[in-house]
């Protein structure tokens, strides 16, 4: 079996878009931002953290789009531990 993983390569992340990208920013708070791309047939959409890919996906729509990394930036956010009062932060 670990021979069929054996062959497996990982693509390499997308790069954070600089200025001159023809994206969308859907989402822009913290050490989060995310973009979109239309892609003709589909729009292309990637969450960054801290510049580094860490979701991407594609939507029918630009408003699908927005929708997804919504939800996926909800689960982020519950995902991080809460501060507890009296912490710093």
Not at 21 to 38: I, M, N, Q, R, S
Not at 53 to 77: I, K, P, W
Request: hydrophobic share 40%; aromatic share 14%; with cysteine.
């Amino acid at each position: 079996m670990m021979e069929f993983f054996s062959n497996v390569k990982s693509a390499t992340p997308l790069p954070y878009p600089d200025d001159d990208a023809k994206v969308t920013k859907l989402y822009d708070a913290g050490p989060y931002a995310a973009f979109c791309e239309d892609m003709e047939f589909m729009w292309r959409w990637t969450i960054y953290r801290d510049k580094k890919l860490v979701q991407e996906g594609c939507s029918l729509t630009l408003d699908a789009s927005l929708r997804a990394v919504e939800h996926v930036m909800a689960f982020f956010n519950m995902a991080r531990p809460a501060s507890r009062q009296g912490d710093a932060g």
